[in-house]
């Protein structure tokens, strides 16, 4: 009966006009939650895992070594794995790798103690040195320079502002994915089957530039960067033009994929990455990153390829990170959109068929890591 009269009484003078004090809850305060402190580390081992949240929505799921179901960044950290890279697309199909689904796969890495890093494509699927298509949203704006610079700057801002007001400060920023030829055709492309676009390097400088000072502004700690294919590749010429051009770099990403390559054998394109990486940090002494790497699982020597690569990067002074590209696929797993032909076609700009699955994953059918994640767990 005191419980129902302790109630009654506020109520009953809150009728008669009186000021009432609100009742004060009887639970105690919750106990604070201590901030999630992520430490970046020396050398991060890295995965790119944008395809998670897909996968997990069709219903993939991800085991331990010993067997048991678990969330797929303890699986990865298990494995050695002490950083994320997510990409980012301004309208993709279905929403997937857009901004709400590359923020709550980046809580989620915050939230596992895991340094991120942001890889802006800066169109609505794939950029690559293929394609840089256009946003839909900004396709209207596509041959004015100062317009695309403005939704460049735009998008990076809002983007990455997300993350902060989530406190969540990325390590690293990609700024365009691999981008050889420019980015954001035709405003920010270098060259075409004619030769050189005159001044092709200054506007491509531009638009970089307007990602570069808005990640900056933000997070004027994150090391910005811009993202090559072809490790193996001479790539100090691409910088040191587009340097001259006035771009802006506090480090280099670059990718490798030393199986998928023809021409040479998987060691000889290692030899070779090692060798033009080394001549990269020798004449500009940036910090190098490999944000994207990959083996091909059906070829028994794809732990030993990648290990050998391993070994050698980690030797050279410049470089401080490897990342393995979705190496949670597994199972014949293909995002959605592969499977639709007239999206493709809209996405890349030409015609195009379904797409076959990836095959560079690095887990088993049943979920769990292969031998290729060992690599990373040293």
């Known amino acids: 009966m005191k419980k129902y009269l302790f109630l009654l009484v506020p109520a009953l ?4 006009g009186q000021t ?4 004060p809850d009887p639970d105690p305060d919750p106990t604070p939650v201590e901030p999630v402190v992520v430490v970046t580390p020396t050398f991060a081992k890295g995965a790119d895992i944008s395809w998670a949240s897909e996968m997990e929505h069709d219903g993939k799921t991800f085991k331990k070594a010993d067997g048991t179901t678990a969330d797929l960044l303890d699986v990865l950290k298990e494995c050695g794995i002490n950083a994320i890279r997510l990409r980012v697309w301004v309208d993709p199909y279905a929403g997937w790798s857009g901004q709400a689904d590359m923020l709550a796969l980046a809580k989620r890495v915050h939230a596992a103690g895991l340094s991120l890093m942001v890889d802006f494509h800066y169109s609505d699927f794939f950029a690559d040195p293929t394609r840089q298509v256009v946003p839909s949203a900004w396709q209207a704006d596509k041959d004015d320079l100062d317009k695309m610079c403005s939704h460049v700057a735009a998008h990076t801002t809002e983007v990455l502002q997300a993350l902060k007001d989530a406190d969540i400060a990325p390590a690293w920023i990609q700024i ?3 981008t050889r030829n420019g980015m954001l055709w035709p405003a920010g492309q270098l060259w075409t089957s004619s030769g050189d676009i005159p001044d092709g390097r200054k506007h491509f400088a531009r638009l970089y530039n307007a990602g570069y000072d808005a990640a900056k502004a933000l997070f004027p700690d994150a090391l910005v960067m811009p ?3 072809n ?13 001259e051009a006035g771009g802006k770099f506090d480090a280099m990403a670059l990718s490798h994929y030393p199986q998928a390559e023809s ?4 060691a000889q394109y290692n030899a070779e990455a090692i060798k033009q990486i080394k001549a990269l940090y020798s004449s500009y002494k940036l910090p190098v990153f490999i944000s994207e790497v990959g083996v091909m699982p059906s070829k028994s020597d794809a732990a030993s390829v990648l290990q050998s690569f391993m070994t050698e990067v980690k030797k050279l002074d410049g470089v401080k990170g490897v990342f393995y590209w979705e190496p949670e696929v597994y199972g014949s797993w293909k995002p959605a959109v592969y499977s639709k032909p007239e999206e493709l076609t809209r996405l890349t700009g030409t015609k195009q068929n379904a797409w076959g699955a990836y095959n560079q994953g690095a887990f088993n059918n049943d979920g769990s890591a292969s031998a290729i994640m060992n690599v990373f767990n040293d």
């Not at 003078?13 to 008669?16: E, I, M, R, T």
């Not at 009432?20 to 009742?23: E, F, I, R, S």
């Not at 021409?263 to 998987?266: I, Q, R």
Request: net charge negative; aromatic share 10%; proline share 3%.
């Open 231 to 243: 490790a193996y590749e001479d790539n100090a010429w691409w910088l040191k033009q587009v340097k």
């Open 263 to 266: 021409g040479m054998t998987s």
């Open 227 to 229: 993202h090559l294919n």
């Open 13 to 16: 003078l809150a009728a008669c």
């Open 176 to 178: 365009g994915n691999e």
């Open 20 to 23: 009432v004090d609100p009742v």
